[in-house]
Every structure is written in structure tokens, then in C-alpha cells.
């Protein structure tokens, strides 16, 4: 099942995520957290992963209008967007807001969920 929405990109991992993130901004997405998997599994575990890190988004005025709701949504957010290493280069991908909201038998969500999905569509489709 296709849950995102990715594209690659000739970049490294750093700019990669520079990239996501001036575009997150342009879409009105802040970042809470960014958070290097790579590093938390060699430090947790003594593993070798691939460079992976999840950036957590939030559209401020939309997480609350879905929170007006559904006041237990904040367990799905903030919205993730992944920027990871694949073959020297780098994938970014955006959760598939509209698609994530179907696990809630909310219908005053879709409209709302469809605004999130289309910025972070536009997010990936503009880097």
C-alpha cells in the first residue's frame, strides 16, 4: 500500500533535508524535531544503518483545526516527512495525510486532512 509521497534526489542527506525544510516552511509547516535515526540505532543498538532522518512537520492552524475535531488525533501527529540515503542519493517522502485519517471514523476530518496531504504533496513535488 502506498501511504507517502517520495521523490529522489541527486543530494546528499544534509541538503536533502535543507531542501525539505525550506519547502516544509513555504507550506507553513515548522519543525518540531528532527530525529537521526542513523545515530539513535548505533547508539542504542551498535548498529550500521543508513543514513535516515524523520523530521516532524506541523501546520500550526491546521493541527488545530483538526484537533477542534478530533481531540485525540495529536496521537497521529505531527505529520512525518523521512529524507533517507538509497543508492548514493537521497529519497524524501511526506505521509499521505488524506490516507492516514481513514484509520479515524471522523468525517468532519477530510476536509482538513486533504489540505495537510495537499501541501505535503506540494512540498515533495517542489524540491
Avoid at 542513523?38 to 500550526?60: D, M, S, T
Wanted: hydrophobic share 45%; charged share 20%; aromatic share 6%.
Amino acid at each position: 500500500m502506498e501511504y507517502g509521497h517520495h521523490k529522489t534526489l541527486p543530494l546528499g542527506v544534509q541538503p536533502a533535508i535543507e531542501r525539505a525544510k525550506e519547502a516544509l516552511q513555504k507550506e507553513g509547516f515548522g519543525v518540531l524535531f528532527e530525529l537521526d535515526l542513523q545515530a539513535k540505532l548505533r547508539e542504542k543498538l551498535g548498529v550500521a544503518f543508513r543514513p535516515y532522518v524523520i523530521l516532524g512537520a506541523c501546520n500550526p492552524a491546521l493541527a488545530y483545526q483538526t484537533l477542534q475535531a478530533e481531540i485525540d488525533i495529536g496521537l497521529l501527529l505531527p505529520c512525518n516527512v523521512i529524507v533517507y540515503e538509497q543508492d548514493g542519493q537521497s529519497v524524501v517522502a511526506a505521509i499521505d495525510a488524506a490516507k492516514l485519517m481513514t484509520v479515524v471514523n471522523n468525517p468532519q476530518l477530510a476536509a482538513t486532512a486533504g489540505q495537510v496531504d495537499e501541501k505535503l504533496r506540494r512540498v515533495i513535488d517542489s524540491l
